[in-house]
């Protein structure tokens, strides 16, 4: 089983729809990053979450420590959203942790249809 | 600003020819620098991290190395490239642990 579950693997909205992607780990983390890949592969980085709750625009990210649960919500989808979403943690040191250990969701690969 | 260069976008290389990628980072010292590898239909791997001039740490053995002659200049190599090196690979950098990442722009590597 991974350390690092995402859901669903694919997701189609229709433009304007509010949209979840989830994202479960099963190892103790110092934090969580989710991350926006587009299909010419570049990723950018969109939030980092050690508690509560995170709002960017139309992108809120919250995460549930002791649940292992982290969520990405877009509000009004637009098809400029369109891209891969990957959720990625980075395990806390007392789990094995080390400067370079995130560990990544394998990604959510969003379409938002015009 | 920071910032980070990463090229060449795309490459297309025979079996047994060797590579260099390069990556570099503009705006800050001293940066955490890693290489992760994204193969066809599977999430980010941790390549090699680097926390310093000339400290390398690996993460999975493989046909790749990686050196970082200057602070700001991290590089992946090979001697000889296999198929399976084939892939879409990526450069980033963090101050610490408990910073963020930004991330290259990624080279698409196709080994034939």
């Known amino acids: 089983k991974n350390e690092v579950e995402q859901s669903p693997q694919n997701l189609t909205a229709q433009e304007g729809e509010f949209i979840t992607i989830n994202c479960s780990y099963s190892v103790g983390i110092s934090a969580l990053h989710w991350l926006q890949q587009h299909p010419g592969g570049g990723i950018v980085s969109l939030f980092m979450?050690?508690?509560g709750k995170k709002k960017h625009g139309r992108l809120i990210a919250t995460i549930n420590i002791q649940e292992k649960h982290s969520s990405l919500h877009i509000t009004a989808s637009h098809p400029r959203d369109s891209a891969v979403y990957i959720c990625a943690v980075r395990r806390a040191m007392n789990y094995g942790g080390s400067q370079g250990n995130l560990i990544f969701g394998k990604g959510t690969k969003l379409s938002v249809k015009p | 600003s920071q910032t980070i260069h990463q090229w060449p976008a795309t490459l297309v290389q025979p079996v047994g020819s060797p590579l260099s990628l390069e990556c570099t980072v503009e705006?800050?010292?001293?940066?955490?620098l890693y290489w992760y590898r994204q193969a066809a239909g599977r999430g980010l791997q941790l390549l090699f991290y680097?926390?310093?001039?000339?400290?390398i740490s690996s993460e999975v053995p493989q046909n790749l190395s990686a050196s970082r002659p200057q602070d700001r200049q991290f590089i992946l190599s090979s001697k000889k490239l296999l198929l399976s090196d084939s892939g879409f690979y990526l450069c980033?950098?963090?101050?610490?642990?408990?910073?963020?990442?930004?991330f290259g722009s990624g080279t698409r590597l196709t080994v034939v």
């Open positions: 680097s926390v310093g001039i000339g400290q």
């Open positions: 979450l050690s508690s």
């Open positions: 705006g800050t010292s001293n940066p955490n």
């Open positions: 980033a950098w963090s101050l610490s642990a408990n910073y963020g990442y930004t």
